[in-house]
């Protein structure tokens, strides 16, 4: 009964589901301050609709990650290239190919030329597409 009664306020059931344990935990921490002025169903019920409530509100506002990308504005492509993992016979296929990039401070001319490196990062980092490129400047 609790779980169709938050899938009235909340987009999934996976959602509702979610919300039935915060209604409980709710209703754990709180019966202390029960008072008796309603049924005790009534009182569960009723901090079960204020959970489901501020939740289906939260994720009203809440995009799927997936939906981020749409693909009429770019075609799809890859973010790393397919060759930088190992091949499906390797058993660790799907894994980089070279774990961890070199340390530039290892080597004195890249030091020198650091940068300038920069500035060649910054500047392939621009040609990328919109998508890519937020991500790599949130990051």
Known sequence: MMLRMAQMYVPSRAIAEEVVQDAWLGVI????R???RSSLKTWIFRILTNSAKTRGVRESRMIPFSSA???RDEPYEPAVPPER????SDPYSRHWAQPYPRNWDEVP????LSEETRQLVLDA???LPASQKEVITLR
Do not use: H, I, M
């Not at 993992?85 to 499906?88: A, E, N, V």
């Open 85 to 88: 993992f190992r091949s499906t």
């Open 69 to 71: 990308w749409n693909p």
């Open 109 to 112: 001319e890249q030091r020198l």
């Open 34 to 36: 029960f008072e008796g």
């Open 125 to 127: 980092v621009d040609k």
């Open 29 to 32: 921490r709180g019966v202390a």
